[in-house]
T-cell receptor, first 116, second 110 residues
Framework: GAVVSQHPSRVICKSGTSVKIECRSL??????MFWYRQFPKQSLMLMAT?????????EQGVEKDKFLINHASLTLSTLTVTSAHPEDSSFYIC????????????FGQGTRLTVV | EDKVVQSPLSLVVHEGDTVTLNCSYE??????LLWYKQEKKAPTFLFML????IEKKSGRLSSILDKKELFSILNITATQTGDSAVYLC??????????FGTGTSLTVIP
């Protein structure tokens, strides 16, 4: 089956620093990857849609300058949380689709970010 | 408020038993319902359901969706210890939003 690998699984960083999270599709090419954030007692809320070779599309209310997304290849997308603050502490997860019209979504294992 | 509710929260059965896991939902702009198996790594995709009444089957696992009553079931027949895992139900709404249930923890005893 399709595998999506996310790294790191846990990261602790100091306020003001930047953190990069990687999302890789291991055995398929993902033209589109999605980045989600989980808020307490809520399911996954979409942050942005990442398309290979083009700028990411951000959801309303998500700061594009703070959450930098790069989709450099068909198998790799990165999310960089810049100038992290404690309120950025959360669980971030990526997913990838096999194709544009294919609704099957494959998720990474998620990254627990703690900003101290 | 959009939500997905799974039941039971946990289940312990013996090998060879048949289990039924339940997932009910209230989600606007429903697109699809998905079942995942969560072990140590990322959720492993099992089924995607979009139409009512059409059973999806894969080996000993099967699932069906009822869009009128807003629920889905996941059946596992002849359970094996390798089936022990948390089974997640998720509903996708249009706009790429996912709503996950809390999962059902299944333990299969030899």
């Amino acid at each position: 089956g399709a595998v999506v690998s996310q790294h790191p699984s846990r990261v602790i960083c100091k306020s003001g620093t930047s953190v990069k999270i990687e999302c890789r599709s291991l055995d398929f090419q993902a033209t589109t990857m999605f980045w989600y954030r989980q808020f307490p007692k809520q399911s996954l809320m979409l942050m942005a849609t990442s398309n290979e070779g083009s700028k990411a599309t951000y959801e309303q209310g998500v700061e594009k300058d703070k959450f930098l997304i790069n989709h450099a290849s068909l198998t790799l997308s990165t999310l960089t949380v810049t100038s992290a603050h404690p309120e950025d502490s959360s669980f971030y997860i990526c997913s990838a689709r096999l194709g544009q019209a294919d609704a099957k979504a494959f998720f990474g294992q998620g990254t627990r970010l703690t900003v101290v | 408020e959009d939500k997905v509710v799974q039941s039971p929260l946990s289940l312990v059965v013996h090998e060879g038993d048949t289990v039924t896991l339940n997932c009910s939902y209230e989600v606007t702009n429903f697109r699809s319902l998905l079942w995942y198996k969560q072990e140590k790594k990322a959720p492993t995709f099992l089924f995607m359901l979009t139409s009512s009444g059409i059973e999806k089957k894969s080996g000993r696992l099967s699932s069906i969706l009822d869009k009128k009553e807003l629920f889905s079931i996941l059946n596992i027949t002849a359970t094996q210890t390798g089936d022990s895992a948390v089974y997640l139900c998720a509903v996708e709404a249009y706009g790429n939003q996912f709503y996950f249930g809390t999962g059902t923890s299944l333990t299969v005893i030899p």
